[in-house]
Every structure is written in structure tokens, then in C-alpha cells.
């Protein structure tokens, strides 16, 4: 009786378990479309957020747009500068941009008053000239393309209002823009840009002008021979400008000479000595007016390089004239590196490697 009632609560038990069991699986079947409605649900709410999140960030970069050629703050006036960017970037015409003016609440302009106003801002020397400033500022985060139309402009403007001092200022700028951009459109205009300058400059009218744009010219060169005679113009005008006082500074003198000196180093290394004779000239007679407490390091190059100038009419030569030249070019090295050593300045180990060149040379010869 004892075993009987065991057997049966087993079975009563084990026929609960299946009961629940099944019940559970009956659920869990009947759950399955709520949950994958849930899910689809989910879903859905999901893709409505995303739709309104890309139409809200669609909006605010249309509002965006607006606000940068039509600022609120100008109104009804659009910012030219902006519109011109826009129309050159190829972002619509002006009936383009004045159809979103129009339609964006920005001002009251009609069509025709709207692009006469444009064309009245492009023939507007003084406002060209601040737009171009706005622009050279903000260089770096604007393409080159941009600066490149903003000097153009200008320079039309200018050139229609017969400003030709003026027209040839920005020719500098547009030069030295040029020459310290790596390449491109504006790398491509600065030696244009200054040749352009000096068809209208005259050294004794326009000395510091004049000077500017040579100096340019020859930094900016390729040709190191034409460098050199660009430099070696500046310099015949430059000492009567400092006579007048338009050039104070002495030091823009020996540094425009110490660059005449490098480039006429460069044409005696192709095996001109007579180059590598006047670079020789030119190096000494800026050392003679440099103080080596105004500028060191390039106080030291030069004297590395008037060594170097020395060294190079060896190159040139044969013979007994050949070691006279390397002999006076070792003791030269020894002076210069002896400076280097004195004022610890960089790359000295490296630079006394031209010793141990021009000594190897020595015993050569």
C-alpha cells in the first residue's frame, strides 16, 4: 500500500511537469507573432527617428546655408563675399541664388536689383580689398581655389578703378601667397604675379616696391641663374632706398645678399667658377656687414657657405690652383665650425663633414 501510494504521487507529479511543459510550449508559440510585431514595431519606430533625424540635419544644413550667404544681421543685404564663393564653386547661378534668397524670407530684393548689386560689389575696389583680407585670413581652411578668385577680383577691380599702386600691392601679396604655397593654382601665379608688378614699378619712383617684388622674384625662381640676377637687382636699388630712409632695416640688405651669394653657389656647382668666384664676393661682403649676435644660426650658414663657395671654384680648377682653393676652403670650414662649436648650435657633427670632404680632397689633388 506504502509502495502504491509512492507510485501513484510519482506519476502525479511527473503528469503535472508535462502538463506545465506543454502549456508553456502552447505559450511560447502563440508569443511568437506578438513578439516579431514587437519587433517590427521597434523597427519601424527606429526608421521614423532616423527619417526625422536626416529631415532635421537636411534642414539645419539648409538653414545653415541660407544664414552664410543671406546673414539675418545684413538683411536685406546678401554677404557678397559667400555668394561669389557659391557661384564660382559652381553652386548655382544668381537666379539660382536669388530664388533661394526669395523663397528663404532673407531680404526684399527683386531679381534684377539683386545682380545689380552683385556686379555694383565686384567693381568695388575698397570692398574686393576687404574680402580678399577676410579670405587671406582664413587661408588653410579655405581651398586655394577660393584665395586665388579673391585676388583676381581684386586685381580686376583695382586695375577698373585705376589704382595701379594699389593693383600692384596685391600683385606682391598674390606673389608671396604663391611663393610659400607648395603647389597648385596659387603656387603657379607667383612668379607671373610678380613680373606683372614690376612692368609697372620703377626703382627710382618705387625703390621699396621694387626691391619687394626682385626680392620675390628671386626667392620664388626655379632658374637659380635668374635668381641671382633678380637679387643683384634689389641690391643696386637697395642701399640708395636706405640713403632715403624707406628701408631702415639693415639687415633685409645682408639677408636679400646672402640669398644673391646661394643662388650664384648653385650655378658654380653645374662647374661656373666664375659663379662660385661671385658667390665667394657676395658671402664676404655680407659677413663683413653681419653681427653674429643678430642672427647665429645664419651667421654660421654663411660662413659654411663662403667655404663652400671656396671649395666649389676647386671644383672648377685643376692642379696647383685646385689645392690653393681646397687648402683655403679647409681653414675656412675650421673657422665656421669652430663657431658652431662655440655657440652649440644644431647640426654641427653634420656639418663638419664638409671638413673631412674638402681634407679627403686635399690629399687627392
Known amino acids: 500500500m506504502h509502495f502504491d501510494s509512492i507510485f501513484q504521487l510519482f ?21 511568437l507573432p506578438f513578439s516579431a510585431l514587437g519587433k517590427f514595431a521597434q523597427s519601424l519606430i527606429e526608421r521614423m527617428r532616423t527619417q526625422q533625424f536626416a529631415q532635421q540635419s ?11 550667404l543671406f546673414p539675418r544681421g545684413k538683411a536685406p543685404m546678401p554677404d ?4 561669389r564663393a557659391e557661384v564660382t564653386a559652381g553652386g548655382g547661378g544668381l537666379v539660382e541664388l536669388w530664388t533661394d534668397y526669395h523663397r528663404g524670407g532673407r531680404g526684399s530684393y527683386s531679381q534684377a536689383a539683386f545682380g545689380e548689386h552683385y556686379e555694383a560689389w565686384r567693381r568695388d575696389a ?52 604663391g611663393a610659400v604655397a607648395r603647389d597648385g593654382p596659387l603656387r603657379a601665379m607667383a612668379v607671373p604675379a610678380y613680373e606683372s608688378a614690376l612692368l609697372e614699378l620703377t626703382p627710382g619712383r618705387h625703390p621699396a616696391e621694387w626691391v619687394r617684388a626682385q626680392h620675390g622674384l628671386g626667392a620664388v ?24 630712409g624707406d628701408l631702415a632695416d639693415k639687415l633685409s640688405w645682408i639677408i636679400i645678399k ?18 662660385a668666384l661671385a658667390a665667394e664676393r657676395a658671402y664676404d661682403e655680407a659677413l663683413s656687414m653681419f653681427e653674429a649676435t643678430h642672427d647665429p644660426e645664419r651667421f654660421g650658414r654663411a660662413k659654411l657657405n663662403l667655404a663652400n663657395a671656396v671649395e666649389t671654384q676647386g671644383d672648377c680648377a685643376a692642379g696647383a690652383a685646385a689645392l690653393g682653393h681646397y687648402q683655403r676652403a679647409l681653414a675656412l670650414y675650421q673657422s665656421a665650425l669652430a663657431f658652431w662649436a662655440e655657440r652649440k648650435l ?9 671638413l673631412e670632404r674638402v ?7
Not at 506519476?11 to 508569443?31: D, E, P, Q, W
Not at 575698397?126 to 581684386?154: F, I, K, N, T
Request: without cysteine.
Open 11 to 31: 506519476f502525479s507529479l511527473l503528469f503535472m511537469v508535462v502538463v506545465f511543459t506543454a502549456i508553456a510550449f502552447i505559450l511560447s508559440i502563440i508569443a
Open 58 to 68: 537636411a534642414q539645419a544644413r539648409i538653414d545653415a546655408r541660407l544664414e552664410r
Open 80 to 83: 557678397w563675399v559667400e555668394v
Open 126 to 177: 575698397p570692398a574686393q580689398l576687404v574680402a580678399l583680407a577676410a579670405v587671406e585670413r582664413s587661408w588653410g581652411e579655405e581651398p586655394d581655389v577660393r584665395l586665388v578668385q579673391a585676388y583676381g577680383d581684386a586685381l580686376a577691380a583695382l586695375k577698373l578703378n585705376g589704382d595701379i599702386i594699389g593693383w600692384v600691392q596685391v600683385q606682391l601679396r598674390l606673389g608671396e601667397a
Open 221 to 244: 625662381l626655379g632658374d637659380h641663374s635668374r635668381a641671382a640676377q633678380a637679387f643683384g637687382q634689389a641690391l643696386v636699388v637697395l642701399p640708395k632706398a636706405y640713403q632715403r
Open 258 to 275: 646672402l640669398e644673391e651669394a646661394y643662388a650664384l653657389l648653385q650655378v658654380g656647382r653645374t662647374g661656373n667658377g666664375s659663379a
Open 346 to 354: 644644431s647640426k654641427y657633427k653634420r656639418m663638419s663633414r664638409n
Open 359 to 365: 681634407e679627403d680632397k686635399i690629399r687627392r689633388a
